[in-house]
């Protein structure tokens, strides 16, 4: 018959598909966790001078960052476009 | 109109300074107060204090919703601090 061979394939493929199914489950998985979360810090130019007064200056896109709040909720700068105008203060703090 | 306030400070220090202003200023405390730990966001803005341990030049910048600058300040003196008046002003200017 036509599909006894096709049997007989599959059955010595089990290990195979096994370790198969595995590797592309683990794909998956790597794929989604690092494109589910924004990273903490900055977006982008962490190479970038930390000492430059005149960097963001007015007129310029606001550097998009997330960062967690004292609760751990994250916060992305750019989730208020198109919805509100930020403040963004940065102060010294605890001394 | 959303505050985003930014330090070097732990959850715990922060949660401190929450309780202080509550106290001090009693009414809602409605806006986060961000970790920065190791200053990369910071770093990112140019702000940083070279002679600290990490702390920002005092530093508050008015986002529209565009993501862009219309207004800053900042000041490498800490004493000297853009006033509530001078915020306001600039977020009238928005549209």
């Known amino acids: 018959m036509i599909w006894e061979p096709a049997a007989v394939k599959f059955r010595f493929i089990g290990m195979e598909k096994q370790t198969l199914l595995i590797t592309i489950f683990s794909f998956v998985l790597l794929f989604f966790s690092s494109t589910g979360q924004a990273q903490l810090g900055p977006a982008d130019g962490e190479s970038l001078d930390p000492v430059d007064l005149n960097r963001v200056a007015v007129g310029s896109l606001a550097p998009d960052f997330t960062l967690e709040d004292s609760d751990g909720k994250r916060v992305t700068l750019s989730s208020f476009r198109n919805a509100k105008s930020v403040v963004l203060v940065f102060y010294r703090g605890h001394w | ?95």
Do not use: C
């Open chain 2, 1 to 95: 109109m959303q505050i985003l306030a930014v330090s070097i400070d732990s959850p715990q220090d922060s949660k401190r300074f929450i309780r202080q202003l509550a106290d001090n200023y009693p009414g809602e405390f409605d806006f986060p107060l961000l970790q920065d730990r190791q200053h990369r966001v910071i770093d990112r803005y140019g702000i940083l204090n070279p002679r600290s341990p990490g702390w920002p030049h005092p530093a508050t910048y008015v986002v529209d919703r565009n993501g862009r600058v219309r207004w800053r300040f900042v000041e490498t003196n800490y004493r000297v601090r853009a006033s509530n008046e001078q915020i306001l002003n600039a977020l009238r200017q928005l549209p």
